[in-house]
């Protein structure tokens, strides 16, 4: 529609300092926005505008990208969380860790709902699609709160060829994996992603790994990996992921860069030389990490291998006799590998039996139930059939703020937004936490922090994963923008409010439409599902 009073632009935002996702200084600048581009940048009359913003004092930032999500879920269970839009995130980057919504095919169809459980997701009762872009088009018709890219789930792929087959795979099997591989990516996958300590990811070898990244590499897209170990097994499972980039020359990422366990906290120094030196060799290696310094994972995890990938798990624990042995057997594992009892804390169970000990320590539920800290985890691994996830406070801060200010670091809240129960305090904070440390670092004309971390939020990960037009702020680029306080911006979520909003966020557009107008949420739904350019 179009009338003689129509402006030329729907928005002005005027005398904005404004971060292009590449520079480190600011310009200060008025942007206008017309349907979902910014139509020009410069010194705009207010009279062009529909609306004017006031910007003056404010940053101007491209949108963030979460590059390591998995909201694979939200646009069917949790559709207006907000969360994420709150934080100023404009897109988010799915299908992480080995495990993602889409493809669903062969026995996979059957085991789909436990993977997502054990990470405290409750999936739709019905899924309505099988391939990637039949899962991309449903995600869309429901409507999204910011925009989506996704990777697909080695997982998903390796348990429609093999089930729960606890072995190596062999080439006829890497073949049928690499065609639905090589399916994904033509319906506009970004790349691969692999949870390498989870099933059935850990059976993987080496050469399968090699065999699909090479596949990935032919098409130029990414591979990404929840490494085999991040504490004892930390420099091992560089090693691994830059052998296969080095053999296949495929881009790889690390997610959630860490090095988890007091013992291991040293190890840091070296991961960052290994990564560095592959760089210097023309390597692409690049990782993601979130600035806190507890991690969020399934419980069983802290199993011995052999307890943990064993078939018949639920049905062993459960066996009075089969319990003893696994007692004795955990009691002399955890006397060579001693656990923080006090530091894993349970955050989601799956039945109603054990909520009471949501938010409480093994140790805690140990004292209060008069069991052993292991008698403790066994039983409720036992009656909740692994259902059972848990935050592990096993990072320094010191380690995650070097790996937090390393170029070649993105970020991403790792976050699993649930809307019943305890998610992480990353899914409400992760990227107003980090921007709130550049603040007391001097004037934001001269402080290089805001551009820096800026930059790793927006055109860096939009670089690595190749969505063009996005993570940048341009003329006819899609306005994707955030406008912060850089006086107020700060992160309010911790360990005990959870789900608390940060402050400081005043306006995020995603897609040339207002989802935080002056710091309120709008249930807009006008993202995209993106894929990656040709
Ligand atoms: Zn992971």
Same mark, same amino acid.
């Given at each position: 529609?179009?009338?003689?009073?129509?402006?030329?632009?729907?928005?002005? *935002?005027?005398?904005?300092? #404004?971060?292009?996702?590449?520079?480190?200084?600011?310009?200060? %600048?008025?942007?206008?926005?017309?349907?979902?581009?910014?139509?020009?940048?410069?010194?705009?009359?207010?009279?062009?505008?529909?609306?004017?913003?006031?910007?003056?004092? =404010?940053?101007?930032?491209?949108?963030?990208?979460? *590059?390591?999500?998995?909201?694979?879920?939200?646009?069917?269970?949790? @559709?207006?969380?907000?969360?994420?839009?709150?934080?100023?995130?404009?897109?988010?980057? *799915?299908?992480?860790?080995?495990?993602?919504?889409?493809?669903?095919?062969?026995?996979?169809?059957?085991?789909?709902?436990?993977?997502?459980?054990? $990470?405290?997701?409750?999936?739709?009762?019905?899924?309505?699609?099988?391939?990637?872009?039949?899962?991309?088009?449903?995600?869309?018709?429901?409507?999204?709160?910011?925009?989506?890219?996704?990777?697909?789930?080695?997982?998903?792929? %390796?348990?429609?060829?093999?089930?729960?087959?606890?072995?190596?795979?062999?080439?006829?099997?890497?073949? @049928?994996?690499?065609?639905?591989?090589?399916?994904?990516?033509?319906?506009?996958?970004?790349?691969?992603?692999?949870?390498?300590?989870?099933?059935?990811?850990?059976?993987?070898?080496?050469? $399968?790994?090699?065999?699909?990244?090479?596949?990935?590499?032919?098409?130029?897209?990414?591979?990404?990996?929840?490494?085999?170990? $991040?504490?004892?097994?930390?420099?091992?499972?560089?090693?691994?992921? *830059?052998?296969?980039?080095?053999?296949?020359? @495929?881009?790889?990422?690390?997610?959630?860069?860490?090095?988890?366990?007091?013992?291991?906290?040293?190890?840091?120094?070296?991961?960052?030389?290994?990564?560095?030196?592959?760089?210097?060799?023309?390597?692409?290696?690049?990782?993601?990490?979130?600035?806190?310094?507890?991690?969020?994972?399934?419980?069983? #995890?802290?199993?011995?291998?052999?307890? /943990?990938?064993?078939?018949?798990?639920?049905?062993? +624990?459960?066996?009075?006799? @089969?319990?003893?042995?696994?007692?004795?057997?955990?009691?002399?594992?955890?006397?060579?590998?001693?656990?923080?009892?006090?530091?894993? %804390?349970?955050?989601?169970?799956?039945?109603?039996?054990?909520?009471?000990?949501?938010?409480?320590? =093994? =140790?805690?539920?140990?004292?209060?139930?008069?069991?052993?800290?292991?008698?403790?985890?066994?039983?409720?691994?036992?009656? $909740?059939?692994?259902?059972?996830?848990?935050? /592990?406070?096993?990072?320094?801060?010191?380690?995650?703020?070097?790996?937090?200010?390393?170029?070649?670091?993105?970020?991403?809240?790792?976050?699993?937004?649930?809307?019943? #129960?305890?998610?992480?305090?990353?899914?409400?904070?992760?990227?107003?936490?980090?921007?709130?440390?550049?603040?007391?670092?001097?004037?934001?004309?001269?402080?290089?922090?805001?551009?820096?971390?800026?930059? %790793?939020?927006?055109? +860096?990960?939009?670089?690595?994963?190749?969505?063009?037009?996005?993570?940048?702020?341009?003329?006819?680029? /899609?306005?994707?923008?955030?406008?912060?306080?850089?006086?107020?911006?700060?992160?309010?979520?911790?360990?005990?409010?959870?789900?608390?909003?940060?402050?400081?966020?005043?306006?995020?557009?995603?897609?040339?439409?207002?989802?935080?107008?002056?710091?309120?949420?709008?249930?807009?739904?006008?993202?995209?599902?993106?894929?990656?350019?040709?």
């Amino acid at each position: 529609m179009s009338s003689a009073q129509d402006k030329p632009y729907d928005y002005v *935002i005027k005398d904005a300092l #404004v971060f292009d996702g590449k520079s480190l200084v600011p310009v200060q %600048r008025d942007l206008a926005i017309l349907g979902d581009r910014v139509a020009q940048i410069g010194e705009i009359p207010r009279e062009e505008g529909e609306e004017i913003i006031e910007a003056s004092g =404010l940053i101007a930032s491209p949108g963030f990208i979460d *590059i390591h999500t998995h909201s694979d879920f939200n646009p069917f269970v949790y @559709a207006n969380l907000g969360n994420k839009v709150l934080q100023g995130v404009t897109t988010e980057v *799915i299908g992480n860790c080995g495990m993602s919504a889409a493809p669903v095919e062969g026995a996979f169809a059957g085991e789909i709902a436990n993977v997502w459980k054990r $990470e405290g997701v409750d999936i739709p009762k019905e899924i309505s699609w099988k391939t990637f872009e039949e899962y991309k088009s449903e995600a869309e018709f429901q409507g999204l709160e910011t925009n989506l890219a996704g990777l697909v789930g080695h997982g998903n792929l %390796r348990f429609a060829v093999m089930g729960k087959d606890t072995r190596p795979a062999r080439t006829d099997e890497i073949e @049928a994996i690499k065609k639905s591989l090589n399916q994904a990516l033509a319906e506009g996958a970004l790349g691969i992603s692999f949870g390498l300590t989870y099933l059935p990811g850990v059976f993987a070898a080496t050469e $399968e790994l090699v065999s699909l990244c090479g596949e990935a590499a032919r098409q130029n897209r990414i591979c990404v990996f929840h490494m085999r170990g $991040e504490g004892k097994k930390l420099l091992e499972s560089i090693d691994e992921v *830059i052998d296969v980039a080095r053999t296949t020359r @495929a881009k790889v990422h690390i997610s959630h860069l860490k090095a988890a366990g007091e013992k291991n906290w040293p190890k840091i120094q070296e991961a960052f030389l290994k990564i560095e030196s592959a760089k210097a060799e023309g390597l692409q290696v690049t990782a993601d990490a979130y600035p806190y310094s507890a991690s969020f994972a399934e419980l069983g #995890v802290i199993l011995p291998d052999s307890l /943990y990938q064993d078939p018949d798990r639920n049905s062993r +624990f459960k066996d009075p006799k @089969a319990r003893k042995k696994i007692i004795q057997t955990l009691e002399a594992h955890y006397q060579d590998n001693p656990v923080s009892w006090d530091r894993i %804390r349970v955050a989601t169970v799956a039945s109603e039996k054990n909520s009471a000990w949501q938010e409480k320590s =093994l =140790l805690e539920i140990s004292q209060a139930s008069k069991k052993s800290p292991v008698e403790t985890l066994i039983d409720l691994l036992a009656e $909740e059939e692994f259902g059972v996830s848990a935050f /592990y406070f096993s990072q320094s801060e010191s380690v995650v703020n070097q790996v937090l200010s390393k170029p070649y670091v993105a970020v991403g809240s790792d976050s699993i937004a649930d809307g019943s #129960v305890s998610p992480h305090p990353r899914a409400y904070g992760t990227f107003p936490r980090l921007l709130s440390q550049c603040r007391g670092k001097g004037p934001v004309l001269s402080n290089t922090c805001w551009g820096e971390t800026i930059r %790793r939020m927006t055109g +860096f990960p939009a670089e690595i994963l190749g969505l063009k037009g996005r993570g940048k702020i341009g003329t006819s680029l /899609y306005a994707d923008l955030v406008l912060f306080d850089p006086e107020v911006i700060r992160d309010t979520a911790d360990y005990q409010s959870l789900k608390a909003p940060p402050e400081g966020i005043r306006w995020v557009f995603v897609n040339g439409k207002p989802v935080v107008r002056e710091g309120k949420y709008q249930p807009v739904h006008s993202g995209l599902f993106l894929v990656p350019e040709k």
